[in-house]
Structure formats: structure tokens, C-alpha cells
């Protein structure tokens, strides 16, 4: 009986790492840019012992702010897995999810020219363990993030009128 439910959640798992690697293929390219930066913050912390990846989008929002500049919001849940960190070329079929561990949940804003992650002003990366988010640092994230867009000039380019 042990055998038979141990073999399930062996199964469950790896139907899980199956449709996260469906959910970061299918996110806009965008958007992998911005999850693969906060997975390289993530995995290179210094108290990060196995190596993470991308789980669940929570929530997506993009401001065109014409020119080719677009700005990004995203959270996300990343996911440990079963491999330590630095494992080189970690492949879900190997790295399969922890379920003792809490999830880890990020959000990040930044820029972006022609498609490209803009250097300035610098990305904003914000993950911690899920159970110690507050919702003071969630508001705090929103804010950072809303103001990212206004140091910008984007008002400038929105507020831009054409004359012919």
C-alpha cells in the first residue's frame, strides 16, 4: 500500500513539473526574460540550497509606452527542486519539485527597449518565501514597480502629441 501511494505522488509530481514547464513555455517572451532574471537572483542567493523554477504566474501587466519601451510587472511562484544548487543544465525530468519546501514568491518590474530587459533603470527583483510575505511588502513591490514607469519619462512619451 506504502508502495502504491509513494509511486502517486511520484506520479503527481511529475505532472506537476510537466505543466510548469507548459506554463513557462507558453508565458510571452517577455515575460521568460523577467522569470529567468528572478531565477538567476534566486539561485545564485547565497542561503539558496537547491535550485529553483518557475511554478505558477499570479499576475501579468505590461504598459506600452510607445518608442518600443515597454514596461513589465510580474508575479510568480518558483518552486525548489530535488537538485542542488549549481546543477549544470537542470532539466525537470531530473530536477523534479520538493513538496516539503515553501514556495517562493516573487515579483518584478522593469523595462524593456526593442524587447530587450533595459539596464536602466535597473530591474526590480522582489522574492521571498511565500509564508513571510506581508502585505506591507506587497504594497511596497506595487509601489516601487508604479513608479518605475513615472522615472522613466514614460509621461513624457504618453503625454507626447503628434502635430502634422
Known amino acids: 500500500m506504502a508502495f502504491l501511494l509513494s509511486v502517486f505522488l511520484l506520479a503527481a509530481g511529475a505532472l506537476s513539473c510537466t505543466e510548469a514547464q507548459e506554463a513557462y513555455s507558453k508565458l510571452p517572451d517577455p515575460y521568460r526574460k523577467g522569470v529567468d532574471l528572478a531565477l538567476h537572483h534566486v539561485n545564485n542567493h547565497s542561503a539558496v540550497q537547491h535550485h529553483f523554477f518557475f511554478f505558477k504566474s499570479l499576475v501579468m501587466s505590461d504598459i506600452n509606452a510607445g518608442f518600443n519601451v515597454n514596461f513589465y510587472y510580474h508575479n510568480f511562484y518558483l518552486k525548489a527542486t530535488k537538485c542542488n544548487k549549481g546543477t549544470v543544465d537542470p532539466d525537470l525530468k531530473k530536477c523534479v519539485f520538493r513538496n ?13 527597449f526593442e524587447g530587450e530587459i533595459d539596464p536602466e533603470p535597473k530591474p526590480y527583483v522582489h522574492c521571498v518565501h511565500k509564508p513571510s510575505l506581508t502585505e506591507e511588502m506587497k504594497k511596497a513591490r506595487v509601489d516601487h514597480c508604479n513608479t518605475l514607469s513615472y522615472n522613466n519619462g514614460s509621461p513624457t512619451l504618453l503625454a507626447a502629441v503628434q502635430r502634422c
Not at 516539503?100 to 524593456?112: H, S, W
Request: contains cysteine.
Open 100 to 112: 516539503d519546501r515553501p514556495l517562493i514568491d516573487c515579483a518584478i518590474c522593469y523595462k524593456t
